[in-house]
Nanobody, 127 residues
């Protein structure tokens, strides 16, 4: 089972930017789809961005669409999440995960394939 390590989080002011990274323990070409999730205290974990690693379509939740961009560097086995125009409501622990490609689609829930969540990386946005 692939091991994932998130990094790049931090504390920023509203309107700022951050780029999160997710390093995989094996070549990402062996994995078709991945996504970024986040969870704030007292709230459910939600999928916010997903991508077909082979260069297919990307999907975003309404809350981040237009502000976040998911991408990858397959040669380095790294998944990225560029976050711009950050808002206080973006404050959460962010995780990356392998997801089922068959569940991806506009407005559809992103479903993790495994339950091997890593440590995540904390993002805190102040007003």
């Amino acid at each position: 089972q692939v091991q994932l390590v998130e990094s790049g989080g931090g504390s920023v002011q509203a309107g700022g930017s951050l780029r999160l990274s997710c390093a995989a323990s094996e070549p990402t070409y062996s994995i078709y789809c991945m996504a970024w999730f986040r969870q704030a205290p007292g709230k459910e974990r939600e999928g916010i961005a997903a991508v077909y690693l082979g260069g297919g379509p990307t999907y975003y939740s309404d809350s981040v669409k237009g502000r976040f961009t998911i991408s990858q560097d397959n040669a380095k086995n790294i998944l990225y999440l560029q976050m711009n125009s950050l808002k206080p409501e973006d404050t959460a622990m962010y995780y990356c995960a392998v997801v089922r490609c068959s569940n991806l689609g506009e407005g559809r829930e992103m479903v993790p394939r495994y339950n091997n969540w890593g440590q995540g990386t904390q993002v805190t946005v102040s007003s």
